[in-house]
């Protein structure tokens, strides 16, 4: 059954420092999802991205933040200059069309 | 977008039927109701989604009344496995929908 990667699975960054966190989305799928997670909270919105430009974001996505499909295969969430408060686990979502979307399994981010 | 409400948290013994309930009075015609799971540290998983009546697949049966303002997600024969947390979506089904996910329904399988 194809699924969504994620790498990598940990990431621990100092606060300040660029981050790219790397998605590889089920291969026919067309739109391409950001969430986030901090511990013990929801699964908030990040992005969405569709047709090689972003389609909607929510307050979350700063100008810190940035995503890229830089060819046919990966999706990137670059983080600019971290701050602690992005410590949270970081999910790539992905959808063909109708229907679900369907998730990876996370990188979990650590800003020190 | 929808409200929806759901149980905070539900107990079930293992190999019983397990049913929760989602209210989203709120829902519109092209509304969509979305079922994911999510167990610790992972990302959620779509589990089933359905419009009206009923809709059945490997893993659960969704049950949708007719007036649309309520489901149910059943879950047959339950495990420890299926201990996890099942979040209740609605909204429309075309792409580029962001999905909002609410606290969820805590389940936890007693052996």
């Known amino acids: 059954e194809p699924e969504v990667t994620q790498t990598p699975s940990h990431q621990v960054t100092q606060m300040g420092q660029e981050v790219i966190l790397r998605c590889v989305p089920i291969?026919?799928?067309?739109?391409f999802y950001w969430y986030r997670q901090i511990l013990g909270q929801k699964v908030e919105f990040l992005v969405s991205?569709?047709?090689?430009?972003?389609?909607?974001k929510s307050e979350i996505f700063d100008d810190q933040f940035s995503v890229e499909r830089p060819d046919g295969s990966n999706f990137t969430l670059k983080i600019r200059s971290t701050k602690l408060e992005d410590s949270a686990m970081y999910f790539c979502?992905?959808?063909?069309?109708?229907?679900?979307?369907?998730f990876g399994p996370g990188t979990r981010l650590t800003v020190l | 977008l929808a409200k929806t409400t759901q149980p905070i948290s539900m107990d079930s013994y293992e190999g019983q039927e397990v049913n929760i309930t989602c209210s989203h009075n709120?829902?519109?015609?092209?509304?969509?109701i979305t079922w994911y799971q999510q167990f610790p540290s992972q990302g959620p998983r779509f589990i089933i989604q359905?419009?009206?009546t009923k809709v059945t697949n490997e893993v659960a049966s969704l049950f949708i009344p007719a007036d649309r303002k309520s489901s149910t997600l059943s879950l047959p024969r339950v495990s420890l496995s299926d201990t996890a947390v099942y979040y209740c979506?609605?909204?429309?089904?075309?792409?580029?929908?962001?999905?909002?996910f609410g606290t969820g329904t805590r389940l936890t399988i007693i052996p």
């Open positions: 979502a992905s959808q063909a069309g109708g229907g679900g979307q369907f």
């Open positions: 291969s026919n799928h067309l739109y």
């Open positions: 991205f569709y047709n090689n430009e972003i389609s909607e």
């Open positions: 709120n829902i519109a015609t092209n509304d969509y």
């Open positions: 359905g419009y009206k």
């Open positions: 979506l609605v909204g429309d089904r075309r792409g580029n929908e962001k999905l909002t």
